[in-house]
């Protein structure tokens, strides 16, 4: 069976301190069976890859109120707020995976 999937890049944190996270890295499938700490690392790849640098020194950044109300105040226009990620293609039969490649991403 092919299995299409929205997914988006999650990559480490350094210091990342604001709410819980998943520490797994990689492509990550949104789904409504995501934990807590995959909502967690979903919302931080978001805030990291719209307002942050991937190295922001995070134990500096006291208030994650900040960090998402930026997020919130983005244009709202289409587009406008992004993440690394795409569609993965996946082959139960064969076992073969596709993930994203680079400017493959859901907003375009």
Same mark, same amino acid.
């Given at each position: 069976? #092919? #299995?299409l999937q929205p997914v988006i890049q999650v990559v480490p944190l350094n210091g990342f301190a604001l709410w819980p996270i998943s520490t797994a +890295? +990689?492509?990550l499938a949104l789904s409504e069976g995501l934990s807590a700490d995959q909502v967690g690392s979903a919302v931080a790849a978001i805030a990291a890859y719209n307002h942050h640098h991937r190295h922001t020194d995070w134990q500096a950044v006291q208030d994650p109120m900040e960090t998402v109300r930026h997020l919130v105040n983005i244009d709202p226009e289409a587009g406008a707020l992004v993440v690394a990620g795409g569609l993965r #293609?996946?082959?139960d039969i064969g076992g073969v995976t596709i993930d994203p490649g680079c400017c493959c991403g859901l907003e375009t």
């Open positions: 069976m #092919l #299995l +890295g +990689g492509w #293609l996946t082959d």
